[in-house]
């Protein structure tokens, strides 16, 4: 069996390699003679996935992608085929809520204004916003959801339409799909008119797609109003952002929102386990046996943690500057952009660090980090 995969999917050799033979390809630039041969095809987003590169894949029986997203698969053409599908759904949502959550800490000390206090407006309450919500809740922050699909699927959780959001909330984070028809569809979801409602002092993330901002209309608008900050994950024309933009945002990376270790262990491994369903076969490979140890993964409190030693402890996991300083000096070159997703693993996810009361302490002093996700 040929295995064709993304030479950007971790894991691949561990959990595949027992299933067939594997060839790894550049996912962006994958074309119809290189998978002309292959029975499974494993991609991330860069890999448009549609007859124009399957047509000539006769033997295709499996497209796995190790991604949330699926805007980059065309999903009934595969149908039609009758070749099965799978994405990861949930994969690497921890990684986008904690990285959400760490943007804001760094933020609150750039800027000296408390994260502690404010009011967070989640856009699209899936997963990743799911995800963010319960560490800013955690933090005790009061978080406002706006999600009308949810609402009428008869979702019991509270929500608040987007005008409300954005007049009460201190800040916003973007977690819907890209969806470019009908009454809820979210491509510019923030055009013009939307960034124009802002309140002063907003905090806006995006880690979800590039196109639910208007990225002209962000340029023009942060030009006025330096007094809102931003943090773009996304960006309109991956792998090609605007210039202007990166220079206007606060933190500034290549789509790494959801590059926990943890987060793309998963991806793979959700794949590994679809194919073997598919085959018949069962797995004997497990997701924990993947990941390797983490230097700090026991550590031992003496009190309780102020925000900014919090923001500290979170730089173990992940240090968004370091990422943020490689992003602005490489993405204007032609790989850039691609070549730091690549060469991107080292992230862990709070979970990889287990916290003890150094000293027996009632209330316990790491209960509110276990709820943001520490063990
Ligand atoms: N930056 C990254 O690395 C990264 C990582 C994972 C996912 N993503 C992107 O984030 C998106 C969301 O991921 P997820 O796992 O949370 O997906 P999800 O499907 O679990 O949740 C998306 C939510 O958005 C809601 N929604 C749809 N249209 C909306 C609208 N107009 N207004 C408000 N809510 C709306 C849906 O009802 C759903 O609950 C993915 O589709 C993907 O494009 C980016
Ligand atoms: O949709 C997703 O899951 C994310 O956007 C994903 O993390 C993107 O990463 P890629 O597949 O491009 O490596």
Redesign the pocket.
Known sequence: MKIIADENMPYVEALFGDLGEIEFVNGRNLTAVQVSDADVLLVR?VTQVNAALLDKAQKLKFVGSA?????HVDVEYLNQRGIAFTNA?????T??GE?AFIAMLELAQRFAKPLSGKVVGI?????????AAKCLEAYGLKVLL?????AE?G?TRDFVS?DTLIAQADIIS??????KEG????WY?FDEARLNQLKPNTWLL????GEVIDNRALIKFKQQRDDVKLVL??WEGEPNPMAELVSLAEFATP?????SLE?KARGTFMLYQKLCDELGVQAKQSLMSLLPPFQFSQIDLQDTLTESQLLSLSRLVYDLRDDDVKFRQCFATAAGFDQMRKNHTYRREFSAITLNSALPQIPDITKPLHSLGFR
């Open positions: 987003s991604t949330i997203g699926t805007d759904p949930g994969c690497n949502a990684a986008v990285f856009v699209g309450a899936g997963n990743t916003g799911t995800a706006c999600d009308p699909v949810k699927q979702d987007l973007l977690h819907v799909p890209i969806t009454e809820h569809k979210t979801l995006n880690c979800c797609r994950d996304v789509h790494i929102a959801g590059y987060g």
